[in-house]
Every structure is written in C-alpha cells, then in structure tokens.
C-alpha cells in the first residue's frame, strides 16, 4: 500500500481543508442515512484520505455512494467536515480515472478556467473565420445565422467525444473496483460459518437495471436529512436534463422525420414546451443549490469544482431562454446570445467527463456495484 502524499495535498486544494481536523470518532458514519453497518462510510474515508491512499480511494465504491447532504458534517465534533472532503476526493479521483489525466488536472483547477473558456470561444472564432456566417436582416430565424446542420455536426463530435472519455473513465472505475485492493468489505461469513471473498455478482445488468431506476427516482438521496433542499433541487436539474434531452430528440425527429427547416417553434408546440419545461428546471435548480450555498457555513460553501459545475448549467439555462426571448422580442441580439450559448454548451458537454457530470457516471456504477454485494444503507 503507497501513502500518496500529493493525493492528499491535492484534495487539500479542491476543498477539503477540513480533513487534518479528524480525529476518527465515527459520529459521521452513524449518522450517515446512505451508510451500511458494516464498514461504514465516511469515516474510513477519511483516514484513507488522511494518510493518502489513493488506490484505495479511487477503487472504492462507497466514495460515490455518498450524495453530499452533509448530515454528516452537521454533527462532526471536529467541524472536519466530511461531506466536503468526500466531495473533494470525489474530484480528485474523477481526474485520476478521466483521459488524458493531465487535461483534467488544468480543468479541474482554477487557473484552468481560462483554457475551459479559451478552447470553445478559439474554436468558434475558427469557426466564423471558415463560414463567415453574417447576421441576417428582418426576422429572426437562428438557423439563417448558423445553419442547424453545423450545429447538429458538432453537437455529434463533441457529444461523441466526451462518451469515449466517459467510457473509458467507466471502464477505470469497474475495473478498480473490482480490484483486490480495493477490498474493505472483502470476506463475510458464509453459510457454513466460513469467510469467504465477496466479489460483485454476474447480475451486472439486472443490478444495473434497477441502480439506474434509483438514480431516475432519486429515491437513496430522499434518504438524506440536513441539506433536503438538494434532494429537490438536485432532482430538477436532473430531469431538466432529460427533459431537454427529449426535446433534442423531438427537434431531430421535426428535422428529418417532417422535413422541418427552421425550428422557430410556437410556444404552443409540444416540443417547444418540453424545452422550456427542461430550460426551467435547470435554471431553478441549479440557482437554488447556489444560493443555497451561501446560507449554511457549517456544511461548507462548496468548492471550484461544484461551482464551475453549478455556474455552467445556470448560464446554459439562462442564455437558452435568453436566445428565445430576444428571438421573440424581434432582437438581432438573439444571434449574438446563441453565440454565447453554444459557447456554454460545448463546455457543459465536451467537459462532462472531468467535471462533476462524470458522478452520474461513477454513481451508477457504485450503485450497482453495492446492490452486486447486497451492501445496502444502515436500518
Ligand atoms: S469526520 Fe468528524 S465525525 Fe467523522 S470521524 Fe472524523 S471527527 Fe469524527
Ligand atoms: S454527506 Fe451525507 S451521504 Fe455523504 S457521507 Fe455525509 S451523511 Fe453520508
């Protein structure tokens, strides 16, 4: 077993200051609602944090089984703040599992803000140099100004792109946690009172089946008591996602299904409604969690990591209701905002897999992981 000594200063920086001030009580672990009873979390955690054992905190499952309510930290004698340490090491083990790994490491750092704006703001002044698109005279038609074609090629490329990362990171993750070091919970008690190795079972995709209608539920992170206001808020930008999703697909649907030129929906249309519906919930929920922020210092503010995260889908909510607004008020401005929204959206998407994006990921793993091995929460 390697002490990593880096690996500690580096979750030091994403935020988890807090970690030398544990004295391994284990209030947390008790009071933890997503904890089982046997070798529980975050107590472990942070000691394996602590002393730096990377390999063992990159391999472990239960790091992402934890949802950040902070019960914990509301306890935690010390003020240590487990739930913001947890989050800390989830970024840190997020850029040692992310391709390439040196990338992650400038975006997950403050100073790399400046090449996650850089890259998408370089490509789309290449872009207009290329195809010189020009601003259109009299109604606002986006498509007369970048056709949907451009758009939908590099929604492909950069969507694409960032699914190879992801699976890659994914295929890291399943294969640490499947490794013998990552083994807390190892061996248990047979029928025949002998001690044998617990491994995931072969019921991969049914475990998986039922871990990804947990995470459409959100029904472990109802569980959570301290921060409920991210139970609610986290299930709106989540469905937020997904709605717009569908009406991604609806817009395809319009495109080469009808023959549907320029999207300039109604806002009567079905699909229009769906998009305004997801745009809503992104910008409610994503708003709430920031403001949120700011009223309970006992948990923590959060950290670079969760506000780059945060303030992306705020911005993409916003500039996409922006653009239909302006469209709608007859303004040439909305050609201009889209600039900015595709801007943010190829952020959001092509840096998925090394920002907080990647725990739907990595959660769904662990969760079907835990279900594998029938490691469910304390009673
Ligand atoms: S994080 Fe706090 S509650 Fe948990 S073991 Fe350390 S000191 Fe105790
Ligand atoms: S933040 Fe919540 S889920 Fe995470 S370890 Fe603490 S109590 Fe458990």
């Not at 672990?29 to 944090?49: D, T």
């Not at 649907?253 to 023959?259: A, D, K, L, M």
């Not at 992306?312 to 909510?317: K, Q, R, S």
């Not at 990595?362 to 469910?376: F, Q």
Request: aromatic share 16%; charged share 15%.
């Amino acid at each position: 077993m390697e002490v990593d000594a880096q690996f500690v200063r580096d979750v030091v920086g994403f935020g988890g200051k807090t970690l030398r001030k544990c004295y391994q009580c284990a209030t947390c672990s008790v009071i933890c609602p997503q904890s089982p009873e046997e070798n529980p979390f975050p107590r472990k955690e942070m000691i394996w944090a602590q002393w730096g054992l990377k390999e063992k905190l990159i391999g472990d499952a239960d790091l992402w089984l934890c949802h950040q309510c902070n019960d914990c930290s509301e306890y935690c004698p010390r003020g240590a703040k487990p739930g913001e340490v947890l989050g800390a090491v989830r970024a840190k083990v997020i850029q040692e599992l992310a391709f390439p790994s040196f990338f992650a490491k400038i975006l997950l750092r403050p100073y790399g803000l400046v090449v996650y704006l850089a890259i998408p703001v370089i490509l789309t002044l290449i872009y207009m140099a290329l195809v010189n698109p020009q601003v259109p005279e009299g109604e606002i038609v986006i498509g007369n100004f970048i056709p949907q074609l451009h758009v939908e090629l590099a929604g492909f490329a950069v969507g694409g792109w960032a699914l190879l990362v992801a699976a890659i990171g994914a295929y890291r993750f399943w294969n640490a946690v499947n490794s013998d070091v990552s083994k807390i919970y190892e061996y248990r008690l047979g029928e025949n009172a002998e001690l044998e190795v617990v491994r995931a079972s072969p019921r991969f995709i049914e475990c998986l089946f039922w871990s990804v209608i947990d995470v459409l539920k959100h029904s472990r992170f109802a569980e959570c008591g301290t921060s409920r206001y991210r139970f609610f808020a986290h299930f709106m930008i989540f469905w937020g996602f997904i709605i717009l999703g569908i009406a991604t697909l609806g817009d395809i649907v319009y495109i080469y299904g009808f023959g549907v030129e320029e999207l300039a929906l109604p806002l009567s249309d079905p699909v229009k409604i769906l998009g305004n519906l997801g745009a809503i919930l992104l910008i409610f929920g994503s708003g709430w969690v920031i403001v949120a922020r700011f009223a309970n210092e006992k948990v923590g503010y959060g950290t670079y990591f969760d506000w780059i995260f945060l303030s992306t889908i705020f911005a993409v909510g916003l500039t996409g209701v922006g653009v239909e607004a302006l469209r709608y008020a007859g303004s040439t401005a909305a050609y201009y905002m889209y600039l900015v929204h595709l801007v943010l959206v190829f952020s959001l998407v092509a840096y998925a897999p090394y920002s907080k994006f990647a725990h739907w990921v990595y959660r769904t793993l662990a969760y079907t992981w835990a279900k594998s091995v029938g490691r469910e929460p304390q009673k």
